[in-house]
C-alpha cells in the first residue's frame, strides 16, 4: 500500500538508548539489540509497539530481562508487536539472525570481498534487527563488535571508539564504539574485515584534533590518497564557507567494491563505492577525480546537513539531499571553475531530470506518496532539489540566505525536520513572504518560460514579455504559476550590457526579474537601441526557455554575452536547431544540413585563448541522442537523430579540420599528470578536438589516436583516445579493446569502462556483443557497478540500439531487469527507469517498449521496487 505524507503522526514510542552486540560470521550472525523504550506522552498506555523487520529470523525477546510468553508478542519476518507494554520505561532485548553471505540485495549487514559491511538507508537497518525504522526516532548507539582476528582485524562502527581486546580462549577480538549524538536508525554503519588504511589527521576551527582514515583493500592504499586530501580540504571549506565544524574525534571512510549507490553518510563512518575513493593517474580519469572530490564532499556535508539535523519522514529526503548538493556544488565550485561547473550541472539537469519530469515517473522535489522510497533517490530529489535552493539564493540574495542558512543550523540542531521548517529560517531571514515559493517543492514539471520582447525606437523603450507555463505532471492536472528569479541582461550592440532607466510591470531586483505571475510584461525605458536579452543567466532557475528569437541574435549573444554560462547555452540552443532540422529532414527522405554560421562562431569560441579550455571543450561537445530525443519529445525516431548527430559531427570534423588538429596538439600535455582542473580543463580541451576530429572518417587521423592510445601516459588520455576509435568506427577499435583489456584486467574499476564503451558503441552488433559480455568472466550481476557500466550504459547512453526498431534491445533489458529483481531489486528497479521516455518513442518502438513494461509487470514474485516502476510506467 502507498505511504502518504498526509498521514504522518510521530511514533507512539521513542528508543532513547541502543545497545547492539554484533558476534560476526559468514552466515550465522547474531545480533543482540538492547533497546531503552519510552512510551511518549501523548500515547495511551498499552498502546502495541510495533516494529519493522524485513526478512528477520528471531532467536528471542526479552523484556526487562524478563523472555517474553508467546502471548505477549508476535513476529514475523516483516515486524515484531509487543502487545501491551509497560507503561513505564522498559528495556526490550532483541536477538535476531542473520546471514550476510547471502544477502544479495545489499541492504543491511552483507559481505563484499570478504569485508562485512552495512547499508542502512532508507530501510536497511530493519533488515539488521527489529526497531522503530524511521528517521523522526533518534537514539544514542553503542556498539559492540566481535568477529574473527584473521578475518577482520579492523572493527569500526559510528562516533568514537572505546575499548577493544581480543576474546580469551578464542580467534576472536571485539570492538566497542560509543556515538554521543543520538541519530536516526539509517545512519547506522558497522564495517568489520581485513583492511588496509591510509590515515592522517585534522584539527578543527575550535581546536578538536580529528584522526582521520581511508580504509581500503590492502594494495590500494596509494589510490586512497587523493580521497583522503578531498576529505581535508572538504572540512576546512565547510568551515569557512558555513560554519560548520566537525563533532567527533575520528572520521572514518572506507570503500566496498559490491555498492547499490554512490556513498553513504553514516555517522562518523561513511561507507562508500569504491568508484569515489580509488584513483590514480594510471586507472582514473579527470572526471573520476572530480567525482571522488564531490561525492568525498557531498557525504563530509551530511555530517550537518542530514545528521546534525536529520528528516522528518521520507517524503523530506530533499532536506538534506537537496540541500547537501547545494552545498557540493558550491564546494567544487570554489576549488575548480565556477562557470564551468555550473554548465556541468545544468547538463545533468537536462540529461537526467528533464526527462524525469516530463515521464510517467514525474513527481515533486517533495513527492507527497510513495511505494517504495528507495525510487525516490531520484534527479528531481537530488538535482531540483539543489536547483530550487540556488533558486531560493537567487530570489532573497547572498547576506539574507547566508542568515537563513545560519539561522537553520542554530533552531534546528539536533532535530528531525522538515521542508516546511527550513523556508521558515529563509522567510524571516528575508522578510519576504516564501508561500509561492514552496510550489517549487509540490509542484512536478519543469516549468516553460515564454520569452518575447519588443523595441520602441521612438520612445526608447523595450517591452519583454515572460509568460510562465507547467504541464500535466501524474496526480497533477492544475498547475499554479510558481517564482521564478530570472537573471537577465540587456545585450548592446558592442556585446556589452545596456542601461536603462526604470523597469516597471514585475519586481526587478538588480538583474533579476521576479516573475511569479502566468503573464508579465515588463517595460524598460531610456533604452538606447535594440538590445537582445540575454534571460535566465547563471541558470537561475530550473526552467525551460522559449526563446521566439531569431538564430543569428541567439549567435550573437553565443559570441558576446558577459555571462558564460548564456554563451554555452547560447552555442547549445543552436546546435539544437541544427540537429532537430537535420532530423526532421532526414525522416522527411531528404539530408542534414548544418549552419555555417554556427560552425564559425564554434571556430571563433575554440580557438579563443582568452577563454578556460574546460569552458571550450564543453562548447564543443554537441547535445546527445537522448537530449535531442527529450527536444523533440514525440513520435522520436532514434535512428533518424543518430543520422543527424553523426552528420554533424562528420561535417564539424572535416570542416574545422585544421583547428581541431591544432587544438588536439597544442593541448595534449606531456608533463606529468596532475588532476587539478586547470590541466584537466586543457585535456579536456585536446580530447574533445581530438574526438570530433576522429568524426570525419579521416584513416590518417584514426592511426594517430591509435598511436596516442598506445602511448597514453594517464586513463583520461587512453579511454579518451579508446572512445574515439570505438565510437567513431575506427579499424583500429578492435585491437585497442583487446590491449585495453589485456592492460587492465585485474582492475574492476577500469574493466567497468571497458564494458561501457562496448555497450555504448553505435552499430546493430552491439546488442550481441553486450550479450556475450553478460558472460564473460570480467562481468558479475551481482555488482552493481558492473551491472550499471554494461547493461544500464546499454539502456541509457545508446539509444538507438536500446531502442531498435525490432525491439530485441527492449527485450534484453526486460531480461535482465526480471534476472536482477531475484538478486538486487534497487538495481533492477534503477535499469528499468530506462524506459520511462517510452510514450515519446514512434508508434513500432512505442508498442514494443509497452509489451516488454507489461511482461516485466506480469513476473511472479515482482520486487515491490520495480513493481512501482514498471506499474507508474505503465499508467
Ligand atoms: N544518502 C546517500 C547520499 O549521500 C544515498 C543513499 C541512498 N541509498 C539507498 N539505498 N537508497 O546521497
Ligand atoms: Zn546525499
Known sequence: AAILLKDYRPSDYAIGRVHLDFQLHETETLVTATLSVRKRETTVAGTPLVLDGDELDLVSIALDSVSLGDEAYSATPQGLTVKTPPAAPFTLTIVTKLDPASNTKLMGLYRSSGVWCTQCEAEGFRRITYFLDRPDVLSVYDVRIEAPVAAAPVLLANGNPTTSGLVPDTDRHFAVWSDPHPKPSYLFAL????????????????????????????????????????????????????????????????AVSDFNMGAMENKGLNVFNDKYVLANPDVATDQDYGGIEAVIAHEYFHNWTGNRITCRDWFQLCLKEGLTVFRDQEFTSDM?????????????LRSHQFPEDAGPLAHPVRPEKYME????????????GAEVIRALKVLIGDEAFKAGMDLYFDRHDGDAATIEQFVACFAEASGRDLSQFMLWYSQAGTPQLDIRDDYDGDNR???LTLSQSLGPTPEQSEKKPMVLPVRFGLVGPNGEDM???????????????????????IVFTGVASRPIPSILRNFSAPVRPILNMPIKDILFLMRHDSDPFNRW????????????????????????????????????????????PAFRALVLALPQEADIAREIGSNVDPDAIAGALRHARRTIGSKLGPTLDHLARFYHDEGAYSPD?????????????????????????????????GAATNMTDRLAALVSLVQNGASEAEQALGDFYEGYKSVPLVIDKWLAVQAARPGARTLDEVKRLTEHPAFSIRNPNRVRSLIGTFATANLPQFARADGAGFDFVADKVMRLDDINPQVAARILVSFRSWRNWEPVRQGLAEAALKRIAAKPNLSRDVRDIAERSLA
Not at 522510497?373 to 531540483?384: G, H, Q
Not at 581530438?690 to 598511436?707: F, K, L, P, T, W
Request: proline share 1%; with cysteine.
Open 191 to 254: 564495517v568489520a574485515g581485513d583492511l588496509g588504511v591510509v590515515k592522517d589527521s585534522f584539527t578543527t576551527m575550535s581546536g578538536r584534533h580529528v584522526d582521520l582514515g581511508v580504509y581500503v583493500e590492502h594494495g590500494n592504499e596509494e589510490r586512497a590518497v587523493y580521497a583522503m586530501d578531498a576529505l581535508k580540504r572538504s572540512m576546512r571549506w565547510d568551515e569557512t564557507a558555513f560554519g560548520r565544524e566537525y563533532d567527533l574525534d575520528v572520521f572514518n571512510i572506507v
Open 336 to 348: 575548480r571553475s565556477r562557470p564551468v561547473k555550473r554548465i556541468s550541472d545544468v547538463r545533468l
Open 373 to 384: 522510497i528507495s525510487n525516490f533517490y531520484t534527479a528531481t530529489v537530488y538535482e531540483k
Open 461 to 463: 523603450t523595450y517591452r
Open 499 to 521: 542601461l536603462y532607466e526604470t523597469a516597471k510591470g514585475a519586481e526587478v531586483n538588480g538583474d533579476v526579474i521576479v516573475v511569479d505571475k502566468a503573464e508579465q510584461e
Open 569 to 612: 547555452q547560447s552555442a547549445s540552443t543552436v546546435a539544437m536547431y541544427c540537429l532537430t532540422a537535420s532530423t526532421e529532414a532526414l525522416r522527411a527522405g531528404s539530408s542534414a544540413t548544418i549552419d555555417g554560421d554556427y560552425l564559425a562562431a564554434l571556430a571563433e569560441i575554440i580557438t579563443d585563448d582568452a577563454l578556460d
Open 677 to 709: 582542473a586547470e590541466s584537466a580543463g586543457r585535456r579536456a580541451l585536446a580530447n574533445a578536438a581530438q574526438d570530433m576530429r576522429a568524426a570525419s572518417g579521416n584513416a590518417d587521423v584514426h592511426a594517430r589516436i591509435m598511436e596516442k592510445f
